[in-house]
Protein backbone atom coordinates (compact mmCIF):
# COMPACT_ATOMS: atom_id res chain seq x y z
CA UNK A 1 0.00 0.00 0.00
CA UNK A 2 2.70 2.49 1.13
CA UNK A 3 4.74 1.60 -2.12
CA UNK A 4 1.56 2.36 -3.98
CA UNK A 5 1.13 5.46 -2.43
CA UNK A 6 4.78 6.56 -3.11
CA UNK A 7 4.63 5.64 -6.62
CA UNK A 8 1.83 7.62 -7.05
CA UNK A 9 3.27 10.94 -5.56
CA UNK A 10 6.25 10.04 -7.86
CA UNK A 11 4.17 9.94 -10.96
CA UNK A 12 2.33 13.59 -9.86
CA UNK A 13 5.93 14.98 -8.95
CA UNK A 14 7.28 14.22 -11.95
CA UNK A 15 4.16 15.81 -14.18
CA UNK A 16 4.23 19.03 -11.98
CA UNK A 17 8.32 19.36 -12.59
CA UNK A 18 7.62 18.45 -16.10
CA UNK A 19 4.71 21.29 -15.87
CA UNK A 20 7.75 23.70 -14.96
CA UNK A 21 10.24 22.60 -17.22
CA UNK A 22 7.14 23.26 -19.89
CA UNK A 23 6.92 27.28 -18.69
CA UNK A 24 10.30 27.80 -19.15
CA UNK A 25 10.29 26.27 -22.94
CA UNK A 26 7.59 28.68 -23.58
CA UNK A 27 9.28 31.62 -21.70
CA UNK A 28 12.28 30.87 -24.29
CA UNK A 29 10.08 30.22 -27.67
CA UNK A 30 10.35 33.58 -28.78
CA UNK A 31 13.36 33.82 -31.42
CA UNK A 32 14.25 36.00 -34.16
CA UNK A 33 12.97 34.07 -36.79
CA UNK A 34 9.03 32.76 -36.90
CA UNK A 35 9.96 29.25 -38.25
CA UNK A 36 11.76 28.88 -35.31
CA UNK A 37 9.24 30.19 -33.26
CA UNK A 38 6.45 27.64 -34.68
CA UNK A 39 8.77 24.71 -34.31
CA UNK A 40 9.08 25.69 -30.18
CA UNK A 41 5.27 25.48 -30.43
CA UNK A 42 5.21 22.46 -31.81
CA UNK A 43 7.45 21.07 -29.36
CA UNK A 44 5.48 22.76 -26.44
CA UNK A 45 1.93 20.72 -27.64
CA UNK A 46 4.19 17.25 -27.60
CA UNK A 47 4.93 18.15 -24.15
CA UNK A 48 1.93 19.01 -23.19
CA UNK A 49 0.55 15.48 -24.95
CA UNK A 50 3.50 13.38 -22.78
CA UNK A 51 2.21 15.57 -19.70
CA UNK A 52 -1.52 14.22 -20.46
CA UNK A 53 0.14 10.84 -20.97
CA UNK A 54 1.22 10.80 -17.13
CA UNK A 55 -1.72 12.34 -15.89
CA UNK A 56 -3.63 9.59 -17.45
CA UNK A 57 -1.11 6.91 -15.58
CA UNK A 58 -1.38 8.82 -12.54
CA UNK A 59 -5.08 8.94 -12.51
CA UNK A 60 -4.71 5.23 -13.27
CA UNK A 61 -2.63 4.44 -10.54
CA UNK A 62 -5.38 5.88 -8.22
CA UNK A 63 -8.05 3.75 -9.20
CA UNK A 64 -6.00 0.99 -8.76
CA UNK A 65 -5.37 2.02 -5.45
CA UNK A 66 -8.93 3.35 -4.05
CA UNK A 67 -10.61 -0.47 -4.18
CA UNK A 68 -7.91 -1.66 -1.39
CA UNK A 69 -10.31 0.03 1.11
CA UNK A 70 -13.01 -2.30 0.35
CA UNK A 71 -10.73 -4.99 0.99
CA UNK A 72 -10.34 -5.27 4.66
CA UNK A 73 -12.29 -8.20 6.83
CA UNK A 74 -15.88 -7.96 7.76
CA UNK A 75 -15.48 -7.70 12.06
CA UNK A 76 -18.03 -7.89 14.97
CA UNK A 77 -17.28 -4.91 17.43
CA UNK A 78 -19.41 -5.62 20.48
CA UNK A 79 -18.28 -5.72 23.85
CA UNK A 80 -19.81 -9.24 24.43
CA UNK A 81 -21.52 -11.63 22.12
CA UNK A 82 -24.34 -13.86 23.39
CA UNK A 83 -25.62 -16.62 21.97
CA UNK A 84 -26.08 -17.88 18.87
CA UNK A 85 -28.99 -15.58 17.83
CA UNK A 86 -27.00 -12.17 18.91
CA UNK A 87 -24.18 -13.43 16.69
CA UNK A 88 -26.65 -14.11 13.89
CA UNK A 89 -28.03 -10.80 14.24
CA UNK A 90 -25.06 -9.21 14.67
CA UNK A 91 -23.65 -10.82 10.86
CA UNK A 92 -26.52 -9.54 9.42
CA UNK A 93 -27.82 -6.52 11.03
CA UNK A 94 -26.84 -2.75 11.59
CA UNK A 95 -23.98 -3.53 13.29
CA UNK A 96 -21.51 -5.22 11.44
CA UNK A 97 -18.60 -2.67 10.69
CA UNK A 98 -15.43 -2.26 8.52
CA UNK A 99 -12.52 -1.73 10.83
CA UNK A 100 -10.30 1.51 9.80
CA UNK A 101 -6.60 0.96 9.56
CA UNK A 102 -4.23 3.82 10.52
CA UNK A 103 -0.52 3.74 9.97
CA UNK A 104 1.51 3.86 13.15
CA UNK A 105 3.69 6.33 12.17
CA UNK A 106 0.62 8.45 10.68
CA UNK A 107 -1.94 10.44 11.89
CA UNK A 108 -3.66 10.48 8.52
CA UNK A 109 -5.50 7.75 6.74
CA UNK A 110 -5.06 6.26 3.48
CA UNK A 111 -7.97 7.91 2.09
CA UNK A 112 -7.48 11.27 2.34
CA UNK A 113 -4.03 10.61 0.96
CA UNK A 114 -5.29 9.31 -1.89
CA UNK A 115 -8.30 12.40 -1.64
CA UNK A 116 -5.16 14.85 -2.35
CA UNK A 117 -3.36 13.21 -4.97
CA UNK A 118 -6.20 12.77 -6.75
CA UNK A 119 -6.96 17.18 -6.54
CA UNK A 120 -3.38 17.57 -7.23
CA UNK A 121 -3.60 15.70 -9.91
CA UNK A 122 -7.06 17.27 -11.33
CA UNK A 123 -5.43 20.61 -10.44
CA UNK A 124 -2.44 19.89 -12.66
CA UNK A 125 -4.80 18.39 -15.57
CA UNK A 126 -7.01 21.87 -15.41
CA UNK A 127 -3.32 24.11 -15.61
CA UNK A 128 -2.04 21.15 -18.78
CA UNK A 129 -5.40 22.27 -20.50
CA UNK A 130 -5.17 25.91 -19.97
CA UNK A 131 -1.62 25.85 -21.26
CA UNK A 132 -2.78 23.91 -24.25
CA UNK A 133 -5.16 26.27 -25.18
CA UNK A 134 -2.50 29.09 -24.70
CA UNK A 135 -0.21 27.11 -27.08
CA UNK A 136 -3.09 26.79 -29.75
CA UNK A 137 -3.75 30.76 -29.29
CA UNK A 138 -0.16 31.40 -29.90
CA UNK A 139 0.45 29.24 -32.90
CA UNK A 140 -2.52 30.48 -34.69
CA UNK A 141 -0.77 34.10 -33.99
CA UNK A 142 2.53 32.73 -35.23
CA UNK A 143 0.57 31.63 -38.53
CA UNK A 144 -0.88 35.09 -38.83
CA UNK A 145 2.33 36.53 -38.65
CA UNK A 146 3.80 34.49 -40.96
CA UNK A 147 0.85 35.05 -43.50
CA UNK A 148 1.64 38.77 -42.85
CA UNK A 149 5.21 38.68 -43.12
CA UNK A 150 5.00 36.59 -46.39
CA UNK A 151 3.21 39.62 -48.45
CA UNK A 152 4.71 42.25 -50.40
CA UNK A 153 3.88 45.69 -52.01
CA UNK A 154 3.78 47.10 -55.38
CA UNK A 155 2.54 49.55 -57.51
CA UNK A 156 0.40 48.62 -61.26
CA UNK A 157 1.27 51.73 -63.25
CA UNK A 158 -1.54 52.53 -66.05
CA UNK A 159 -4.04 50.78 -64.21
CA UNK A 160 -6.91 51.35 -61.49
CA UNK A 161 -6.98 47.44 -60.82
CA UNK A 162 -4.70 45.03 -59.10
CA UNK A 163 -3.98 41.81 -61.17
CA UNK A 164 -5.07 38.16 -59.83
CA UNK A 165 -5.35 37.52 -56.49
CA UNK A 166 -3.48 40.65 -55.44
CA UNK A 167 -5.62 43.06 -53.02
CA UNK A 168 -6.30 46.73 -53.93
CA UNK A 169 -4.83 48.98 -51.56
CA UNK A 170 -5.80 52.64 -53.45
CA UNK A 171 -5.86 53.50 -56.85
CA UNK A 172 -5.04 57.05 -58.14
CA UNK A 173 -3.13 58.70 -61.11
CA UNK A 174 0.23 58.83 -61.85
CA UNK A 175 2.05 62.33 -60.68
CA UNK A 176 5.41 63.76 -60.11
CA UNK A 177 8.27 66.77 -60.86
CA UNK A 178 7.60 68.91 -63.56
CA UNK A 179 9.45 67.28 -66.93
CA UNK A 180 11.31 70.57 -67.16
CA UNK A 181 12.45 71.89 -63.86
CA UNK A 182 16.63 70.77 -63.08
CA UNK A 183 16.02 70.56 -59.30
CA UNK A 184 13.10 67.74 -60.15
CA UNK A 185 12.63 64.88 -58.02
CA UNK A 186 13.23 61.49 -60.55
CA UNK A 187 10.55 58.83 -58.74
CA UNK A 188 6.90 58.76 -60.21
CA UNK A 189 3.95 58.58 -57.37
CA UNK A 190 0.62 57.00 -57.31
CA UNK A 191 -1.60 59.88 -55.94
CA UNK A 192 -4.62 59.13 -54.70
CA UNK A 193 -7.90 61.03 -55.32
CA UNK A 194 -9.83 60.08 -52.06
CA UNK A 195 -9.59 61.41 -48.53
CA UNK A 196 -6.50 63.72 -49.66
CA UNK A 197 -5.16 66.06 -46.71
CA UNK A 198 -3.73 69.56 -47.76
CA UNK A 199 -2.31 72.56 -45.63
CA UNK A 200 -2.22 76.49 -46.37
CA UNK A 201 1.75 76.91 -47.16
CA UNK A 202 2.91 80.56 -48.15
CA UNK A 203 7.03 79.79 -48.51
CA UNK A 204 8.58 80.83 -51.96
CA UNK A 205 10.81 77.64 -51.81
CA UNK A 206 9.15 74.67 -52.51
CA UNK A 207 9.09 71.65 -54.66
CA UNK A 208 6.34 71.52 -56.97
CA UNK A 209 3.54 68.14 -57.30
CA UNK A 210 2.52 68.25 -61.03
CA UNK A 211 0.01 65.18 -62.66
CA UNK A 212 1.63 62.55 -65.68
CA UNK A 213 0.39 62.46 -68.78
CA UNK A 214 1.27 59.96 -71.77
CA UNK A 215 3.60 60.85 -74.73
CA UNK A 216 3.20 57.76 -76.94
CA UNK A 217 2.14 59.43 -80.00
CA UNK A 218 -1.06 56.99 -80.25
CA UNK A 219 -4.43 56.95 -78.74
CA UNK A 220 -3.33 57.50 -75.62
CA UNK A 221 -1.19 60.81 -76.21
CA UNK A 222 -1.80 63.30 -73.69
CA UNK A 223 -4.18 61.57 -71.55
CA UNK A 224 -3.54 60.92 -67.71
CA UNK A 225 -1.91 57.43 -66.70
CA UNK A 226 -3.89 55.69 -63.95
CA UNK A 227 -2.42 53.82 -61.07
CA UNK A 228 -3.00 51.08 -58.40
CA UNK A 229 -1.17 50.28 -55.01
CA UNK A 230 -1.68 46.29 -54.85
CA UNK A 231 -0.88 43.95 -51.78
CA UNK A 232 0.46 40.51 -53.04
CA UNK A 233 0.08 37.27 -51.32
CA UNK A 234 3.62 36.61 -51.98
CA UNK A 235 6.66 37.71 -50.37
CA UNK A 236 8.68 39.12 -53.00
CA UNK A 237 8.21 41.47 -56.32
CA UNK A 238 10.65 42.55 -59.00
CA UNK A 239 10.16 44.52 -62.08
CA UNK A 240 12.23 42.74 -65.02
CA UNK A 241 12.94 45.20 -68.49
CA UNK A 242 13.29 43.59 -71.91
CA UNK A 243 10.87 40.43 -71.07
CA UNK A 244 7.36 39.43 -70.58
CA UNK A 245 8.48 36.09 -68.81
CA UNK A 246 9.02 35.63 -64.97
CA UNK A 247 11.50 33.52 -63.99
CA UNK A 248 10.89 30.31 -63.04
CA UNK A 249 9.20 29.99 -59.72
CA UNK A 250 8.11 33.27 -60.24
CA UNK A 251 4.38 34.65 -60.53
CA UNK A 252 3.60 37.36 -63.44
CA UNK A 253 1.60 40.17 -62.19
CA UNK A 254 1.37 41.70 -64.75
CA UNK A 255 3.47 42.90 -68.00
CA UNK A 256 3.58 45.94 -70.51
CA UNK A 257 5.62 48.55 -71.55
CA UNK A 258 9.03 49.57 -70.10
CA UNK A 259 8.52 53.69 -69.82
CA UNK A 260 10.66 56.95 -68.17
CA UNK A 261 11.00 60.85 -69.15
CA UNK A 262 12.21 61.98 -72.34
CA UNK A 263 15.92 62.05 -72.59
CA UNK A 264 16.54 65.47 -73.75
CA UNK A 265 14.56 66.53 -70.80
CA UNK A 266 16.29 68.43 -68.14
CA UNK A 267 14.20 66.35 -65.21
CA UNK A 268 15.88 62.96 -64.61
CA UNK A 269 13.47 60.20 -64.08
CA UNK A 270 13.14 56.59 -63.28
CA UNK A 271 12.20 53.29 -65.14
CA UNK A 272 8.55 52.22 -64.48
CA UNK A 273 6.55 49.47 -66.47
CA UNK A 274 3.55 50.41 -67.65
CA UNK A 275 0.71 47.83 -68.26
CA UNK A 276 -0.12 47.65 -71.68
CA UNK A 277 -3.29 48.35 -71.53
CA UNK A 278 -2.10 52.13 -70.26
CA UNK A 279 -5.16 52.66 -68.36
CA UNK A 280 -6.35 56.87 -68.43
CA UNK A 281 -8.25 58.78 -66.56
CA UNK A 282 -11.77 59.61 -68.39
CA UNK A 283 -11.75 63.52 -70.00
CA UNK A 284 -8.18 64.02 -69.83
CA UNK A 285 -7.16 64.64 -73.12
CA UNK A 286 -6.38 68.22 -73.07
CA UNK A 287 -2.27 68.54 -72.52
CA UNK A 288 -1.24 69.81 -69.46
CA UNK A 289 2.56 68.23 -69.56
CA UNK A 290 4.21 67.73 -65.99
CA UNK A 291 5.36 64.25 -65.23
CA UNK A 292 5.41 62.42 -68.17
CA UNK A 293 5.50 59.18 -69.79
CA UNK A 294 7.54 58.17 -72.72
CA UNK A 295 7.76 54.79 -74.64
CA UNK A 296 11.98 53.19 -74.35
CA UNK A 297 13.64 52.09 -76.99
CA UNK A 298 16.76 50.01 -77.69
CA UNK A 299 19.91 51.73 -78.59
CA UNK A 300 22.94 49.37 -79.70
CA UNK A 301 26.68 50.24 -78.62
CA UNK A 302 26.87 49.91 -74.62
CA UNK A 303 23.86 47.47 -75.22
CA UNK A 304 24.63 44.19 -76.30
CA UNK A 305 23.32 42.95 -80.04
CA UNK A 306 22.47 40.70 -80.27
CA UNK A 307 20.23 40.07 -78.18
CA UNK A 308 18.97 43.11 -78.21
CA UNK A 309 18.18 44.81 -81.88
CA UNK A 310 18.59 48.76 -82.42
CA UNK A 311 15.18 50.97 -82.07
CA UNK A 312 12.62 48.30 -80.82
CA UNK A 313 10.53 49.14 -78.00
CA UNK A 314 11.03 47.40 -74.93
CA UNK A 315 8.80 45.74 -72.95
CA UNK A 316 8.47 44.65 -69.30
CA UNK A 317 7.47 42.23 -66.01
CA UNK A 318 6.62 42.75 -62.31
CA UNK A 319 7.02 39.54 -61.12
CA UNK A 320 6.62 37.99 -57.70
CA UNK A 321 7.65 35.45 -55.82
Not at 58 to 67: D, Q, V, W, Y
Not at 197 to 220: F, M, P
Request: hydrophobic share 35%.
Amino acid sequence: MAACVVLLLTVVAGVVVADGNQQTVTDAALAYRIEALEDIVRQQAKVIDDLASGLHRALTGLEACSPLKNTFPVVDTPDKIEGTGLLQEELTGNSVQHAVFVRSDDNDPLIPVVTQLTERVNEVSTGLQAMKNEVSASLQALKNEVTEASTSVFVHWGSSTCPGSSVLVYSGVVGGSHYDQPGAAANYLCLPLSNITLLDYTNTYTAHLYGGEYQTEDGHNDKDPLCAVCRSSRATNVMIAATTVCPAGWTSEYSGWLMAGYFGHKAATEFICVNSQEEERQGSEVSYDGKLLYYTVTDCGSLPCPPYVTGKRVTCVVCSR
